[in-house]
């Protein structure tokens, strides 16, 4: 029963809080007169008798304090109080509250958005069953690193190895969906049979794809579609297995359809594509030699990754005895002995499917979570620089709610409490401007961040914040707190006149405003070097143009066009449309465009066999790219029709592999290119000049060009035009349209996005750092200017009296702005230290600049020269207006 | 001359409020008085600590309080020990006189 009564207490206690309050009050009033009328028989006059029996009394509202201490429930209550009170003092002072919400909405949502950043790309786990287990293999053949496997190779290690489940590849691409007469453009993937139940996909109707079920030349090949292009094009028609549909012109059959929601994520090489919506049976034959293909896998349970490397390494070994002519033997590399030295042909390197995803963007990731840091520490320290100001200014308040009564832990209870109702607030602002920031980083990094599709405003960050703002809250709420909770209040009520703080307190002040500049150095360092970065690889000389470039991908039907002479026919036919169109310059095609996922080979000249093969980038052109594209032809001559008609044996080189291999000059020579198994011998025509193709800041890797020939399926159409992308966009598809109606161009996109996707990375870095940067040195301004006007507003009598005494206005103001100089020369020099600190985080993501770049640190130190002379502008002014006779009288 | 008024030990202030209810309820003052006088002014409960207490008893139930017209006429607050009352009482006599006990063992050890 003593909890039930204990329970009405607490009720009756919270809710009719008046009758307990009247009650209180009703009971002390009778004592006091009990006393009163003691004090009357004792024979003093009444209103004597009452002060005597109030005196004796004590303080009234502390015994009530007390009392409510006493009672059950006091200390939701005191909260609710202290809530409320907070919402009317802060009510009271909109732009103090304003100033510190703004500071702390700021670093808050800036480390929210690197928060839910971090998390969606790396903390967070794939979303599959158990993705600890998935791995990629990497493979590197001899000279190439990440060269990919052989079909061999997958069977070989599927069938040997004890430490997978499954080891599975695919192929991402896009088809031509063809059904109920409608053609429509899908993402497509083949996948081998184990590939989706290494990813523990389950199909939501039907089967998934099974090799011995779906082998044999009656049966129409298999295909699985997602969810969503189910509902899209099937109307959801659970009806819909076995239903034909014809897929890049072959007649297919539905055989299940997958969940939907189902994203893939896979590294950027192997696929950037998230929803694939038909899957089709990998139909590559294992005997094909070639290398390129990715291997994704399972580990066994209770496999480390290290047993699983250490296994792979010993497999490499047994593929080379059991294979020698195809990884040591003569017959592999007739042309160089380098690679019969080189020990083992192939390496195998499994690696956490989410590493291999996120190994790229991590050191930028964790850069920008340091910048993040920053930002954060400048927002506390600039509130706890304001709260201190407002302290100060409320001391009075404060002194005369402790004389009434108020016991310290109580008043450090309310100005924590309004800390926390700041920084709640705060929070909530900062949760807002996190989910803006997430959206405009989609926006600019398209591309270039891993998972991005992951990160999102979810529980997890949202209780983030709410830890974060509770931390916030005594941080910056600790300091004002802790310090008047350190002073005694005796005397200082009656002192009472002004309401200066004590000289300790100014240091502290003027402390923080060192430790913000400080603070900002770094941030403005970093973007100031990234900036620098960025316009050095927006100024490298591409070696073509992409100025007027439009590009198409043009899909090429190999069922329909099975031979190179057919392919090359409906090209030519493509080309010779668009050519006579008036607002186009110049059109070809080629194959990888530049900066597109590059082709690598080795190559090396046949009478040099000792020489280490060079690595260079392959593509395929059609006659008249170079002048398409903008590649200038320094000597010999372009690609002719009749080169690939012929089917000639012959390239253009760069000038950096001509460089390289015939400083004599290369006309006329023989170029070698290897490949697994043979070497292809080609006649060098032309050589152009230095193109980069693998990315912007990539100038090591040489380049060289064969005619288009049999390999190439598609091909990317290069319109050099004046026209903008979206005119010649319908231009391209009936052009397309007109030589072949079957499939349709598609990513028709400036050869400019190439460009600034492949800088994307050092973009993003600079959009956030600049970001970060800039509101780092407008919270040091606001800090700056804050102290500044507080300090010199402090200083009016002194001024006023130093005025009176005969100084000039001049000297007043030097006195000002020398103090704003002295703060921020002071941080600065910290902040400069700390410079040496990050150097080397952001080094290797830096492109032609220093970590201490001279004209950066430079211009660092203007702009806060600049800040920290407008900061003290206004409160120079100020004392410049002080008139000695109201400022000796205003108080 | 009377001796100086003693300082209450912690805790006391409780067991010294329950044993003067025992015998009747009392309002607040008549509660000081009695203390007062029977301690023979060892003891002054000032109202600062007896409205605090007075409140922490009520609140755990072992006292309950009425408002009633005093001897003098005036409306008061007069408390009564209840039933739980009467039992932690019992409690705290006998916790004390283990601490008298245990004190005056420490004292008088030679």
Known sequence: MRVLTRATRLFSNLLRRDRVESTLDAELGAWVNALTDRFIAAGLSREEARRQALIETGGIEAIKENVRDARLGQSIETACQDVRHAFRSLRRAPGFSILIIVTLAVGIGASLTMFSLMRGVLWRPLPYPEPDRIVTIQVDARNVPSAGATRQELVGIRTSSRSFEQVATIDSSNATLQYAGEMEHVSAASVTDDFLPLLRVRPAIGRLLDSRLDAGAKHPLAVLISGELWRRRFAADPGVIGRAVRIDNIDMQVVGVLPAGLRLFLPPSVNNVEQIDVWLPDRNDPAIPYRGVPLIARLRPGVTLDHANAELQVLAGQFARDYPDRYTGANAWQASPFDRGSGLGASFTARSLHDDMTRDIRPSLILLTCAVVFVLLIAYVNAANLTLVRGAMRRRELEIRRALGARTFRVVRQLISESLLLSLVSGAIGLVGAHVGLQAIRLLSASYIPLRSRMEIDAPVAIFALVLSALTSVLFGLVPAWRLASERSDHRLRVGRTQTMGSDTRKIQRAFVVAEVALSIAPLVCAGLMLRSFVNLMHLPLGFDPAGVVTARLPLDTTKYPNVEQRWAVLRNVVDRLRVVPEIKAVSAADPLPLAYQTRRRVGRPDQPDVPPILATQQFALPGYLRAIGTPLLEGRDFSDSDIREQRNVTIIDAGLAKRLWPEGPIGRVLSVYRTGWRNDMEIIGVTGNVRVTRVRDESIPHFMLPYGAYPSSMSLVVKTEAPADRIGPLIQSAVGAAHSERAAFEIRPMGDYVSESIGDTRFILFVLAAFAASSVVLAAVGLYGTLAYLTAQRTREFGIRLALGSSVKALVTIVIREGIVLVGAGAGIGLIGIAAISRGIRELLYGVHPFDGLTLSAVSVLLAIVALAAAGVPAYRAARIDPQTSLRCE | ?110
């Open chain 2, 1 to 110: 001359m009377r001796e100086p008024t003693l300082e209450l030990l912690r805790g006391t202030l409780d067991l010294l409020i329950l044993r003067t209810l025992e015998l009747c309820p009392m309002h607040g003052v008549a509660i000081a008085d009695r203390i007062s006088q029977v301690t023979s002014g060892a003891f002054q409960v000032k109202a600062g600590s007896l409205f605090p207490a007075l409140h922490r008893l009520e609140q755990e139930g072992w006292i309950e309080g009425q408002w009633q017209e005093s001897a003098e006429g005036h409306r008061v607050r007069s408390y009564k020990l209840t039933r739980d009352g009467r039992r932690q009482l019992a409690a705290e006599k006998k916790t004390w006189q283990r601490t008298v006990q245990a004190m005056n063992a420490l004292l008088e050890s030679a």
